[in-house]
Structures are given as C-alpha cells and as structure tokens.
C-alpha cells in the first residue's frame, strides 16, 4: 500500500472514529482502537460484554458458562504485522459491520415467518 492509499483509508477510518489510534498487543501486532482503546475490529465483543445480561439470582447455573458461549459466538478478527494492515484492516471491517447492520432487519425472524405463511 502506498502513502497516498494509506492516508486516505486512514482519513475514512478517523471520520467514523475520531481521535482513533494505531496500538500494539502483546504479540507486537498492530490494531486501531478509540479514543478509549477498544479495539474497532473487534468492537463487537466489547458491545457483547456491555450488553450482556448475567443472571444474578440465586443459583442461577447460567453465570459464565453461559457468558463465555456468548463471546465465543462473536467473529473475531486478528490483529495485523504492519500498521498500514491494520488500518486497511479497520476501514474494511467498519464498511462490513455497516453492511451487516443495514441488512440485518431485512432477514430478521419475523419478516421470514411472515414470507413463510404467506407462500403457504
């Protein structure tokens, strides 16, 4: 990727992320995260902790267990060897994630059912 490629994927990814900053993981590979440094790739996990229900009541049996197959559901994506891959990496994964979430209503549970029943 040249200098010119690079800066533009990197002007796209800071208009949707402002103040987002290229860090470094534990095995000296490359990721954007925010302003606050969660990771942009992956911010579905942080989105799926935050979300997340834990059921407190008393003997409840779904405490972790049940947590930690919810996070296992989450894609995750690996971080890159270069700091350019991770911001080509970042605009990629941000116009997935808009993909996704403007199709998503179009295939939900209902809408289905109701095509089902009204082919019968």
């Given at each position: 990727m040249d200098k010119d490629t690079f800066l533009k994927t990197k002007k796209k990814v800071l208009k949707k992320y402002?103040?987002?900053k290229t860090m470094m993981d534990n095995d000296s590979k490359y990721y954007v995260a925010?302003?606050?440094g969660r990771d942009i790739c992956n911010i579905l996990i942080s989105q799926t902790i935050n979300n997340?229900?834990?059921?407190q009541t008393e003997g409840a049996i779904f405490g972790l267990d049940n947590f930690?197959?919810?996070l296992?559901?989450?894609a995750?994506?690996?971080h890159s060897k270069t700091i350019m891959d991770a911001w080509q990496q970042?605009?990629?994964a941000i116009k997935?994630?808009?993909v996704v979430n403007r199709n998503n209503s179009k295939f939900s549970d209902e809408k289905i059912m109701k095509k089902i029943l009204k082919d019968e």
């Open positions: 402002p103040n987002a925010t302003e606050d997340y229900k834990f059921d930690n197959a919810t296992n559901k989450v995750t994506i690996p970042t605009e990629v997935s994630y808009h």
